[in-house]
């Protein structure tokens, strides 16, 4: 008898395990520091997020840069059209005074930076936000940064998510939608040219699509998530990776 209950309690114990998703903090721990900054990345790993979301533009002298949007007006108050401006100006741009003035002298980071913040055990997710025109200084970016295999890429893009799956084919590659009648279109597809997942908006992800997704090998990630009962259902439907931008919230109501 003591042993069945031994038993039972590891399969539970095991179950459990398993169910836990990889955290992924979206643009770092950004609920609290500035999106896309290496601030946020640091506070993100010091919350024991499983990896860190960031957002990818190539500047005019073909440096990869750290932001969500292809000019610099919101996080910076200056306006300036990324892929037009060369790094040495987007880097004398304060891209942390906006969200808290504690966060005053950020810069908008080199795509090396952030990479560098990465702890042994952890994942970067490399949103690729331009084209395919950032592969050859992104390719060399990584090549240079010693934890190639501690990256994930992730774009809207869908040939900008082949060709990238194409040039980093041992890195895993998810394509991102929030649409879901292009999703039930392009899910076989996704197998089909080897991609290792999808990456879908919360709102569109329900028990059907993640168990196509499943049979097809499919692994399903979702963005962005900070409600805790809606963590919950889409760990329940099997979704294994949560990206949020408050992975502290997210981790402790999860456990
Ligand atoms: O992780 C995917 C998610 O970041 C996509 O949306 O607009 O926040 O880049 P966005
Ligand atoms: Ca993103």
């Known amino acids: 008898m003591y042993r069945y209950f031994s038993f039972v309690l590891f399969l539970q114990i095991n179950l459990a395990a398993q169910a836990q998703p990889s955290i992924i903090a979206h643009r770092g721990s950004s609920f609290t520091a500035p999106e896309n900054t290496v601030a946020a990345a640091q506070l993100a790993w010091q919350q024991n997020a499983d990896a860190v979301e960031l957002d990818i533009y190539l500047s005019k002298d073909n440096r990869v840069v750290v932001i969500h949007d292809s000019n610099t007006k919101r996080t910076t108050g200056q306006e300036f059209n990324v892929a037009e401006t060369s ?121 059907k699509t993640v168990r196509r997704a499943k049979r097809l090998g499919l692994e399903m990630l979702s963005w962005t998530i900070d409600d805790a009962e809606e963590a919950k259902r889409l760990v329940k439907l099997g979704v294994t990776g949560i990206t949020t931008n408050r992975p502290d919230l997210i981790r402790s109501s999860l456990q």
């Open 87 to 207: 790094a040495d100006v987007l880097r004398s741009l304060d891209a942390g005074d906006w969200k808290n003035e504690l966060y005053k002298g950020e810069k908008i980071p080199f795509l090396e930076e952030m990479i560098a913040t990465i702890p042994d055990g952890k994942k970067m997710v490399i949103e690729i936000k331009c084209g395919v025109e950032v592969l050859p200084a992104l390719k060399l970016a990584v090549d240079l940064s010693g934890k190639k295999q501690q990256l994930i890429f992730i774009a809207f893009g869908w040939e900008t998510i082949l060709a990238t799956k194409q040039l980093f084919p041992e890195n895993a590659c998810y394509w991102l939608s929030g649409w879901a009648p292009e999703v039930q279109e392009k899910m076989k597809e996704s197998a089909i040219k080897g991609l290792d997942g999808l990456n879908l908006n919360n709102k569109i992800v329900d028990k």
